[in-house]
């Protein structure tokens, strides 16, 4: 998987030396905007990590049968026993999809701190929606109707934790926020129909390999998309309607062995 999202990351930056020269001063950073999504994607994850991890909440007992009929049929057209080699597949393939903001690397250096702090407010609001959906309904995963479902899943009770789909909803997040950021960056550009493309079947395709399998039913993965893509949007748009006043004395520099930053007085 290590392999993979390093090709990848390089084959990113190799395409994107093709691109137009990026709009300036498309997002931009304030107290307030950034003061708020950072604060409340901190509290949400923080109280979800709370209720979870201490107060375990919303745990539910091994039941000793299973009730398929409890299933809505647009969901049973769709279950499939557990699938170790899938499993692993979606996820190196949501691995894919994190490394995908590694294409903003070659803009100006004083973006990366607005491109960077937008990607982290992007993933921490999914992780605490998503993991709230968890905490608010318990649904037994689609592999537990079936025989031999993973034993570590049962030990550590994942096997409830079905609704919504945490791959789908970072998946489509990622491809959310990359495709628009790109598009704002490069309007004029060619390559943000293949950048859209491409990271749209990364998100489908683990969706699709999430259902396949047994993780997770048609359902979960819809409401997965369905938030990650309201993240993905969302945090960098309000990021182009803040009043704001640019500030050039920031600079952050990033390398493959190294954090930058420079501040000057």
Not at 51 to 70: A, G, H, I, Q, W
Not at 89 to 117: N, Q, R
Not at 202 to 228: E, K
């Amino acid at each position: 998987m290590k392999k993979i999202i390093i090709l990848t990351t390089a084959f990113l930056l190799f395409i994107n030396t093709a691109f137009s020269q990026q709009k300036e001063e498309v997002f931009h950073l304030s107290w307030m905007t950034d003061g708020i999504l950072l604060g409340g994607a901190l509290t949400l994850d923080s109280t979800d990590l709370l209720c979870d991890k201490v107060l375990k909440l919303n745990r539910m007992e091994l039941p000793s049968t299973f009730d398929l009929s409890s299933v809505p049929s647009i969901d049973r057209a769709f279950m499939n026993p557990y699938s170790k080699g899938l499993d692993l597949t979606a996820s190196a393939t949501e691995g894919l999809l994190f490394a995908a903001p590694a294409i903003f690397l070659t803009l100006d250096k004083k973006e990366y701190l607005t491109v960077y702090t937008m990607y982290l407010e992007t993933v921490m609001w999914t992780w605490g929606l998503k993991e709230l959906g968890k905490l608010c309904v318990n649904r037994i995963r689609p592999y537990m109707y079936y025989d031999n479902p993973p034993s570590k899943a049962i030990a550590d009770g994942d096997w409830s934790n079905s609704f919504p789909s945490g791959h789908t909803s970072f998946a489509f997040s990622l491809a959310g926020f990359t495709t628009y950021v790109f598009a704002k960056y490069y309007p004029d550009s060619a390559w943000k129909y293949p950048v859209a493309g491409l990271s749209y079947t990364l998100a489908f395709t683990v969706g699709a390999l999430r259902m396949a399998s047994g993780n997770h039913f048609l359902t979960d993965v819809l409401t997965g998309a369905a938030i990650g893509s309201l993240c993905g949007f969302v945090v960098p748009w309000l990021h182009t309607i803040t009043p704001h006043k640019k500030n050039d004395n920031v600079e952050i520099s990033l390398s493959p062995l190294s954090l930058d930053i420079n501040i000057k007085l």
